[in-house]
């Protein structure tokens, strides 16, 4: 699969390249960024080439990776879709339901596949764990912490997507990815801003019965920062089992599952559509911290 690079920022330098460029089944062949002379220099550092236009890109490779804010990478997918590329996409899928929504028609209208980063998703231990619960009857609730330490650090993470949408849109996709799959999709949601800076407290109510809250923010002290998913119910208690590996390996296994997706035209469980799922529910909250309706059922 001849595959192409869309942006040039810290994700994009430190995971996507190295992971696209070190995958012996794909052929990455170029990189474009709003910053050309970025994309140069990314480019040049993996051997390949760097792109002035997009469209460019798009014609001459079969996929696309997307490292870029979420209104860049709503926009960016649905042309490339059109064009007839397979997408690579980053968590969040979009920052609105209505940028989301027009990812996902792309995608059907094309016949080409999708897969969004969900980085728990494809690392070996939390991806077993998770199908594991899912099996498992009888959750009573469950509790996600999802604590970083971007903006009370030196981060390069600390852009201006991230600061104007916040831990709820940059780890909530994160959290939502491990729940969903295995206490079913979300009915109603309740969402306050308690804590110093982003931190975030949401409340969901499972189709399955079962209730569960996230702790969500960017503003932790560096001692406190990580994550943590406990689940609670009749089988007793179940805790998220911690990685061995960082962003690169797991982001080959999303290029795979890619490769899956488009060879067999089975869609993958993280596929643009589920994206979308995890983008209402984001909105469904963030509309309640904005003063909006007490309850919303994200749909």
Avoid: N
Avoid at 29 to 51: C, D, F, I, S, T
């Amino acid at each position: 699969m001849r595959i192409g690079l869309l942006g040039t920022g810290p994700w994009a330098q430190m995971a996507h390249a190295p992971a696209l460029s070190g995958h012996g089944e794909l052929d990455f062949v170029g990189v474009w960024g709003r910053r050309p002379e970025a994309a140069k220099e990314l480019a040049q550092r993996h051997g390949v080439r760097a792109y002035e236009e997009a469209d460019e890109l798009f014609a001459d490779v079969d996929a696309v990776a997307v490292a870029l804010p979420p209104e860049v990478q709503a926009a960016l997918a649905v042309r490339a879709a059109r064009a007839g590329c397979h997408l690579l996409l980053d968590k969040p899928l979009a920052p609105t339901v209505r940028l989301g929504r027009a990812v996902v028609e792309a995608v059907e209208a094309a016949g080409v596949a999708s897969v969004v980063f969900f980085t728990t998703r494809f690392q070996p231990e939390p991806r077993a764990w998770i199908e594991e619960q899912a099996a498992v009857p009888g959750w009573f609730t469950g509790r996600a912490q999802w604590l970083g330490a971007v903006f009370s650090g030196e981060s390069p993470f600390a852009t201006p997507w991230r600061r104007e949408k916040g831990a709820l849109w940059d780890v909530g996709p994160h959290a939502l990815s491990v729940l969903l799959p295995v206490l079913g999709d979300v009915r109603r949601v309740t969402a306050a801003a308690y804590g110093p800076g982003d931190t975030v407290h949401v409340v969901l109510d499972h189709a399955g019965g079962a209730s569960s809250t996230l702790t969500l923010s960017l503003t932790a002290p560096p001692a406190a920062a990580g994550s943590a998913v406990e689940l609670r119910g009749e089988a007793g208690v179940a805790l998220l089992p911690e990685s061995s590996e960082g962003a690169v390996p797991a982001l080959r296994r999303a290029a795979d599952a890619l490769r899956t997706a488009a060879r067999t035209g089975r869609p993958h469980a993280c596929d643009a559509a589920f994206g979308l799922r995890v983008t209402e529910i984001l909105a469904a909250a963030q509309e309640l911290l904005d003063g909006g309706p007490r309850h919303s059922s994200g749909h």
